[in-house]
Protein backbone atom coordinates (compact mmCIF):
# COMPACT_ATOMS: atom_id res chain seq x y z
CA UNK A 1 0.00 0.00 0.00
CA UNK A 2 1.22 3.45 -1.01
CA UNK A 3 2.15 5.81 1.63
CA UNK A 4 0.14 9.02 2.53
CA UNK A 5 1.88 12.29 1.39
CA UNK A 6 3.46 13.68 4.63
CA UNK A 7 1.33 16.41 4.60
CA UNK A 8 -1.92 14.56 5.03
CA UNK A 9 -3.24 13.93 8.43
CA UNK A 10 -3.61 10.61 10.17
CA UNK A 11 -7.56 8.94 10.10
CA UNK A 12 -8.71 8.94 13.76
CA UNK A 13 -9.69 5.67 14.76
CA UNK A 14 -13.14 4.54 14.14
CA UNK A 15 -15.99 6.25 15.90
CA UNK A 16 -13.36 9.43 17.05
CA UNK A 17 -13.72 11.30 13.87
CA UNK A 18 -15.52 14.55 13.33
CA UNK A 19 -18.68 15.54 15.11
CA UNK A 20 -20.69 18.56 15.82
CA UNK A 21 -18.46 19.03 18.78
CA UNK A 22 -15.36 19.51 16.73
CA UNK A 23 -17.13 22.18 14.49
CA UNK A 24 -18.51 23.74 17.80
CA UNK A 25 -14.98 23.71 18.70
CA UNK A 26 -13.54 25.37 15.77
CA UNK A 27 -16.00 27.89 15.96
CA UNK A 28 -15.00 28.88 19.71
CA UNK A 29 -11.31 29.17 18.50
CA UNK A 30 -12.11 31.24 15.71
CA UNK A 31 -10.02 28.56 13.52
CA UNK A 32 -11.85 28.61 10.07
CA UNK A 33 -12.44 24.96 9.11
CA UNK A 34 -13.00 24.12 5.13
CA UNK A 35 -15.52 21.94 3.19
CA UNK A 36 -16.04 19.98 0.15
CA UNK A 37 -19.18 18.53 -1.72
CA UNK A 38 -18.60 14.90 -1.95
CA UNK A 39 -20.37 12.43 -3.99
CA UNK A 40 -18.77 8.82 -4.25
CA UNK A 41 -16.79 7.01 -1.73
CA UNK A 42 -13.78 6.93 -3.08
CA UNK A 43 -13.23 10.53 -3.41
CA UNK A 44 -14.47 10.75 0.14
CA UNK A 45 -11.97 8.11 1.31
CA UNK A 46 -8.96 10.51 0.01
CA UNK A 47 -10.74 14.18 0.75
CA UNK A 48 -10.97 12.54 4.73
CA UNK A 49 -7.04 11.34 4.47
CA UNK A 50 -6.28 14.72 3.40
CA UNK A 51 -8.12 15.99 6.72
CA UNK A 52 -11.28 17.90 5.30
CA UNK A 53 -13.67 18.16 8.55
CA UNK A 54 -16.86 18.28 7.12
CA UNK A 55 -18.55 16.60 3.52
CA UNK A 56 -21.67 17.88 1.98
CA UNK A 57 -23.21 15.69 -0.31
CA UNK A 58 -25.01 17.79 -1.87
CA UNK A 59 -28.06 18.13 -4.41
CA UNK A 60 -25.20 19.97 -6.73
CA UNK A 61 -24.56 15.80 -7.50
CA UNK A 62 -27.62 16.54 -10.09
CA UNK A 63 -25.46 18.80 -12.28
CA UNK A 64 -22.12 17.48 -11.14
CA UNK A 65 -23.20 13.62 -11.51
CA UNK A 66 -26.20 13.30 -13.59
CA UNK A 67 -25.79 16.33 -15.85
CA UNK A 68 -28.70 17.83 -15.81
CA UNK A 69 -29.33 21.84 -15.34
CA UNK A 70 -30.01 22.45 -12.34
CA UNK A 71 -29.72 21.14 -8.66
CA UNK A 72 -33.94 20.57 -8.31
CA UNK A 73 -33.07 17.19 -10.59
CA UNK A 74 -31.78 15.38 -7.97
CA UNK A 75 -34.07 12.64 -6.45
CA UNK A 76 -34.36 11.90 -3.00
CA UNK A 77 -33.48 8.17 -3.15
CA UNK A 78 -30.38 9.21 -5.05
CA UNK A 79 -29.15 11.42 -2.54
CA UNK A 80 -29.51 8.64 -0.48
CA UNK A 81 -27.64 6.38 -2.07
CA UNK A 82 -24.73 8.92 -2.66
CA UNK A 83 -24.54 10.19 1.01
CA UNK A 84 -24.62 6.91 2.56
CA UNK A 85 -21.44 5.87 -0.14
CA UNK A 86 -19.83 9.21 0.85
CA UNK A 87 -20.20 8.06 4.81
CA UNK A 88 -18.67 4.69 4.05
CA UNK A 89 -15.74 6.14 2.40
CA UNK A 90 -14.76 8.80 5.03
CA UNK A 91 -16.60 7.32 8.37
CA UNK A 92 -14.87 9.68 10.13
CA UNK A 93 -15.69 12.90 8.96
CA UNK A 94 -18.89 14.65 8.89
CA UNK A 95 -21.09 14.48 6.30
CA UNK A 96 -23.64 16.49 5.69
CA UNK A 97 -26.73 15.13 3.14
CA UNK A 98 -28.35 17.75 1.49
CA UNK A 99 -32.41 17.21 0.97
CA UNK A 100 -33.39 17.45 -2.36
CA UNK A 101 -36.67 19.58 -4.02
CA UNK A 102 -39.71 18.35 -3.07
CA UNK A 103 -38.60 16.69 -0.16
CA UNK A 104 -39.84 18.48 2.34
CA UNK A 105 -41.63 21.60 1.06
CA UNK A 106 -44.79 19.76 0.69
CA UNK A 107 -45.86 18.31 4.32
CA UNK A 108 -43.93 18.24 7.60
CA UNK A 109 -44.73 14.59 8.48
CA UNK A 110 -43.49 13.75 4.76
CA UNK A 111 -40.10 16.02 5.44
CA UNK A 112 -39.55 14.76 8.92
CA UNK A 113 -39.68 10.92 7.37
CA UNK A 114 -37.24 12.02 4.83
CA UNK A 115 -35.02 13.72 7.41
CA UNK A 116 -34.75 10.73 9.45
CA UNK A 117 -34.19 8.64 6.01
CA UNK A 118 -31.22 10.84 6.14
CA UNK A 119 -30.03 9.73 9.07
CA UNK A 120 -30.53 6.03 8.93
CA UNK A 121 -30.11 5.25 5.09
CA UNK A 122 -28.00 7.48 4.29
CA UNK A 123 -25.70 7.59 7.43
CA UNK A 124 -25.84 11.23 7.24
CA UNK A 125 -23.74 13.16 10.50
CA UNK A 126 -27.03 16.22 9.77
CA UNK A 127 -29.25 17.56 7.34
CA UNK A 128 -29.54 21.03 4.88
CA UNK A 129 -32.30 22.64 3.97
CA UNK A 130 -32.95 26.17 2.14
CA UNK A 131 -35.30 27.70 3.93
CA UNK A 132 -36.73 30.98 5.07
CA UNK A 133 -38.48 32.17 8.18
CA UNK A 134 -41.55 30.40 6.68
CA UNK A 135 -39.91 27.19 7.68
CA UNK A 136 -39.79 27.77 11.52
CA UNK A 137 -42.40 25.07 12.16
CA UNK A 138 -40.75 22.31 10.36
CA UNK A 139 -37.27 22.88 11.13
CA UNK A 140 -38.77 22.99 15.29
CA UNK A 141 -40.00 19.86 14.47
CA UNK A 142 -36.86 17.91 12.84
CA UNK A 143 -34.96 19.51 16.25
CA UNK A 144 -37.83 18.02 18.08
CA UNK A 145 -37.16 14.73 16.56
CA UNK A 146 -33.64 14.39 16.96
CA UNK A 147 -32.50 15.64 13.73
CA UNK A 148 -29.27 18.25 13.58
CA UNK A 149 -30.14 20.81 10.90
CA UNK A 150 -28.27 22.70 8.84
CA UNK A 151 -30.38 25.76 7.72
CA UNK A 152 -29.31 27.12 4.51
CA UNK A 153 -29.84 30.81 3.69
CA UNK A 154 -28.92 33.45 1.68
CA UNK A 155 -29.31 32.22 -2.78
CA UNK A 156 -31.60 29.69 -2.59
CA UNK A 157 -30.56 27.63 -5.87
CA UNK A 158 -33.41 25.19 -5.50
CA UNK A 159 -35.85 28.58 -5.42
CA UNK A 160 -33.87 29.57 -8.76
CA UNK A 161 -37.24 29.38 -11.30
CA UNK A 162 -39.03 31.25 -8.67
CA UNK A 163 -36.46 33.89 -8.85
CA UNK A 164 -36.06 34.00 -12.70
CA UNK A 165 -32.38 32.47 -12.04
CA UNK A 166 -29.88 31.72 -10.10
CA UNK A 167 -28.83 35.58 -7.60
CA UNK A 168 -26.92 36.69 -5.01
CA UNK A 169 -28.90 37.16 -2.09
CA UNK A 170 -28.70 40.17 1.14
CA UNK A 171 -27.13 42.97 -0.96
CA UNK A 172 -29.52 45.73 0.37
CA UNK A 173 -30.01 47.03 3.90
CA UNK A 174 -33.27 45.47 4.18
CA UNK A 175 -32.56 42.17 2.70
CA UNK A 176 -29.33 42.12 4.96
CA UNK A 177 -31.31 42.44 8.28
CA UNK A 178 -34.05 39.92 6.62
CA UNK A 179 -31.55 37.62 6.35
CA UNK A 180 -30.04 38.32 9.79
CA UNK A 181 -33.68 37.65 11.32
CA UNK A 182 -34.37 34.68 8.94
CA UNK A 183 -30.74 33.20 10.73
CA UNK A 184 -31.67 34.03 14.07
CA UNK A 185 -35.33 32.15 14.02
CA UNK A 186 -33.50 28.98 12.37
CA UNK A 187 -31.15 29.20 16.18
CA UNK A 188 -34.24 29.64 17.87
CA UNK A 189 -35.96 26.79 15.91
CA UNK A 190 -33.38 24.54 17.02
CA UNK A 191 -30.91 24.59 13.61
CA UNK A 192 -27.55 23.33 14.79
CA UNK A 193 -25.70 25.24 11.88
CA UNK A 194 -25.82 27.92 8.83
CA UNK A 195 -24.91 27.90 5.43
CA UNK A 196 -24.69 30.96 3.81
CA UNK A 197 -24.80 31.24 0.31
CA UNK A 198 -23.99 34.23 -2.36
CA UNK A 199 -24.03 36.81 0.16
CA UNK A 200 -22.23 39.96 0.59
CA UNK A 201 -19.30 39.88 3.60
CA UNK A 202 -21.11 42.58 5.38
CA UNK A 203 -24.69 40.19 5.33
CA UNK A 204 -22.32 37.21 6.77
CA UNK A 205 -20.22 39.25 9.35
CA UNK A 206 -23.94 40.23 10.33
CA UNK A 207 -25.11 36.83 10.46
CA UNK A 208 -22.26 35.22 12.84
CA UNK A 209 -22.11 38.16 14.79
CA UNK A 210 -25.91 37.79 15.52
CA UNK A 211 -26.10 33.82 16.08
CA UNK A 212 -24.03 31.70 17.96
CA UNK A 213 -23.98 28.42 16.37
CA UNK A 214 -21.77 27.62 13.49
CA UNK A 215 -21.68 29.24 10.06
CA UNK A 216 -20.54 27.81 6.75
CA UNK A 217 -20.00 30.10 4.13
CA UNK A 218 -20.37 29.54 0.21
CA UNK A 219 -19.74 32.45 -1.68
CA UNK A 220 -19.86 34.61 1.43
CA UNK A 221 -16.66 36.43 2.35
CA UNK A 222 -14.51 35.36 4.63
CA UNK A 223 -16.39 36.65 8.37
CA UNK A 224 -18.02 32.64 8.19
CA UNK A 225 -16.47 29.92 10.11
CA UNK A 226 -16.37 27.86 7.29
CA UNK A 227 -15.57 27.64 3.44
CA UNK A 228 -17.22 25.46 1.20
CA UNK A 229 -17.34 25.03 -2.33
CA UNK A 230 -17.93 22.25 -5.30
CA UNK A 231 -15.00 20.11 -5.36
CA UNK A 232 -15.24 19.36 -8.97
CA UNK A 233 -14.77 23.62 -9.36
CA UNK A 234 -11.29 23.47 -7.71
CA UNK A 235 -9.79 20.72 -9.23
CA UNK A 236 -10.54 21.96 -12.59
CA UNK A 237 -13.07 20.15 -13.76
CA UNK A 238 -16.52 22.30 -14.56
CA UNK A 239 -15.94 24.83 -17.55
CA UNK A 240 -17.00 27.73 -15.13
CA UNK A 241 -16.39 28.40 -11.59
CA UNK A 242 -17.81 30.72 -9.73
CA UNK A 243 -15.27 33.70 -8.54
CA UNK A 244 -14.84 32.45 -4.76
CA UNK A 245 -14.29 28.40 -6.63
CA UNK A 246 -11.37 28.96 -8.48
CA UNK A 247 -9.38 25.72 -9.62
CA UNK A 248 -6.21 24.96 -7.29
CA UNK A 249 -5.33 22.44 -10.46
CA UNK A 250 -6.40 21.53 -13.86
CA UNK A 251 -7.12 17.50 -13.32
CA UNK A 252 -9.57 17.82 -16.49
CA UNK A 253 -6.18 18.32 -18.22
CA UNK A 254 -4.83 15.57 -16.29
CA UNK A 255 -7.63 12.81 -16.94
CA UNK A 256 -7.56 13.76 -20.98
CA UNK A 257 -4.02 13.14 -20.76
CA UNK A 258 -4.11 10.08 -19.15
CA UNK A 259 -7.16 8.73 -21.32
CA UNK A 260 -5.10 9.57 -24.12
CA UNK A 261 -2.31 7.84 -23.30
CA UNK A 262 -4.25 5.11 -22.67
CA UNK A 263 -5.37 5.10 -26.20
CA UNK A 264 -2.03 4.64 -27.56
CA UNK A 265 -1.47 1.97 -25.30
CA UNK A 266 -4.00 0.06 -26.74
CA UNK A 267 -3.77 1.03 -30.20
CA UNK A 268 -0.01 -0.22 -29.80
CA UNK A 269 -0.58 -3.29 -27.66
CA UNK A 270 1.39 -2.00 -24.70
CA UNK A 271 0.02 -3.81 -22.22
CA UNK A 272 2.16 -5.01 -19.93
CA UNK A 273 2.60 -8.56 -18.85
CA UNK A 274 -0.95 -10.67 -18.81
CA UNK A 275 -1.06 -11.39 -15.48
CA UNK A 276 -3.34 -14.70 -16.13
CA UNK A 277 -1.80 -18.13 -16.91
CA UNK A 278 -3.20 -21.10 -17.23
CA UNK A 279 -2.71 -23.41 -14.47
CA UNK A 280 -1.14 -26.87 -15.42
CA UNK A 281 1.09 -24.89 -17.61
CA UNK A 282 -0.30 -26.15 -20.98
CA UNK A 283 -1.28 -24.87 -23.76
CA UNK A 284 -4.75 -24.37 -24.35
CA UNK A 285 -6.55 -26.40 -26.79
CA UNK A 286 -9.47 -25.47 -28.88
CA UNK A 287 -12.44 -27.02 -27.63
CA UNK A 288 -13.73 -30.45 -28.86
CA UNK A 289 -17.17 -30.03 -30.04
CA UNK A 290 -19.78 -32.97 -30.42
CA UNK A 291 -21.41 -33.01 -33.02
CA UNK A 292 -25.25 -32.33 -32.76
CA UNK A 293 -27.39 -35.94 -32.80
CA UNK A 294 -29.80 -34.49 -35.17
CA UNK A 295 -27.14 -33.70 -37.45
CA UNK A 296 -25.64 -37.11 -37.04
CA UNK A 297 -28.55 -38.46 -38.03
CA UNK A 298 -28.90 -36.56 -41.11
CA UNK A 299 -25.60 -37.07 -42.29
CA UNK A 300 -26.51 -40.52 -42.21
CA UNK A 301 -29.36 -40.32 -44.10
Known sequence: MNELPFESKPVPPSGHGTTLQTIRRFMRRDESFACLTCYDATTARWLQRAGIPLLLVGDTAAEMILG?????HAPLDFMLTLTAAVKRGAPNTFVMGDMPFGSYQCDDAEAVRNAGRFL??????AVKLEVDARFINLVEKLAR???????????????AKQEGGYRAAGRTQDALQQIVRDAIAMEEAGAVMLLLEAVPN???KAVVDSTSIPVIGCGAGTACHGQIV???????????????????CELGDTLMDAAREWMRRVSEDELGEHPYQMKDGKPAQPPT???DPDVRESTRS
Open 230 to 248: VTQDILGLTDWQPAFARPI
Open 120 to 125: TEGRAD
Open 202 to 204: EVA
Open 289 to 291: STP
Open 145 to 159: AGVPVVAHLGSRPQA
Open 68 to 72: EPGTI
